[in-house]
């Protein structure tokens, strides 16, 4: 089963300005990130405003991605939906068109204890092969529901295919803990971008890390040089990896990443409503801020 590693782009899904996914603009930016030598590929997140989508709407994303990367980068497909029904309909659908694997988030908005998070990784995890392999998502900060290392260790030992963690809290100690799960044989990706290199240090596999979608070349060059073992090398690109992520506000408004897609010749669509574009203002201001990274 291909693991997560190294530098996995979530990509940003580009609408037209009437919603409708800009499959065009999606193949641009897939054909940008693998130019610029990311190891995987991440769509329909949240970076890919997932819940706004309808299922067709996602499994057209999905299926554009894997069919433009052609195997030339791993690409695993978020299918976490609001309806456990979806989740389900959205991963059988990933290993139908030959995605590498899933990501699935925790069930959220509504309460969810111990007892029926494993229940709901049982149930999804179950629909696919079991040599097909499931990241659980834990986003709490946004999902509301979070899953401790004791009940991970659970979902793990019951879901044979559940091999790993996308963790997007900036909590080092549980990323430790997350790390001892399955005797340490656990795959944990890292959600917060500024903290790339110390959680490879740590022992994580990677980054899942919305602002290397705008600019992917300085995280390459963090795991590049980690890779390489050269720590201050790996220092000075994680500096200039966490000034971008400040400045695009650590991806709090996707907008700002479609805009710098754009900047740099990949046309990054608009937001889906209710979500906004920025202003005219804000755009020329954005393009001010970051003109001394652009090409």
């Not at 899942?208 to 963090?222: H, I, L, R, Y």
């Not at 073992?229 to 966490?242: L, R």
């Not at 046309?267 to 574009?277: A, S, T």
């Amino acid at each position: 089963m291909k693991k997560l590693y190294g530098v996995i782009t979530a990509m940003t899904t580009p609408f037209t300005s009437t919603g409708e996914v800009d499959k065009e603009a999606l193949e641009q930016q897939v054909e940008f990130l693998i130019s610029k030598g990311v190891n995987c590929l991440y769509p329909t997140g949240t970076t890919g405003e997932m819940y706004l989508m309808s299922v067709e709407e996602r499994k057209l994303v999905a299926e554009t991605v894997v069919k433009k990367a052609a195997g030339r980068v791993t690409v695993y497909i978020h299918v976490g939906a609001m309806a456990q029904e979806d989740t389900i309909i959205l991963a059988k659908h990933a290993e139908e068109i030959g995605a590498d694997g899933i990501g699935v988030v925790t069930p959220s908005y509504f309460t969810v204890d111990d007892r029926a998070m494993v229940e709901y990784y049982r149930a999804v995890s179950s629909v696919v092969s079991k040599e097909f392999p499931v990241y659980v998502y834990v986003i709490p900060q946004l999902a509301h529901n979070d899953i401790t290392p004791e009940t991970m260790e659970i979902i793990c030992n019951e879901c044979i295919n559940v091999i790993g963690v996308k963790y997007s809290y900036p909590d080092m100690t549980r990323l430790l803990q997350y790390l001892r799960v399955n005797d340490g044989e656990f795959s944990v990706v890292f959600g917060a971008d500024h903290m790339f290199l110390p959680a490879l240090a740590a022992g994580a596999d990677g980054t899942v890390s919305g602002c290397s979608g705008p600019f992917p070349e300085a995280f390459v060059e963090v795991y590049k040089q980690f890779k390489a073992g050269d720590m201050q090398a790996a220092k000075k690109a994680q500096d200039k990896a966490t000034s971008l992520a400040w400045l695009m506000k650590g991806g709090a408004d996707m907008s700002i990443f479609k805009h710098i897609l754009t900047f740099r010749g990949v046309r990054g669509g608009h937001m889906k409503k209710p979500l906004l574009d920025l202003t005219k203002e804000q755009v020329e201001q954005l393009k001010k801020d970051v003109e001394v990274y652009l090409d």
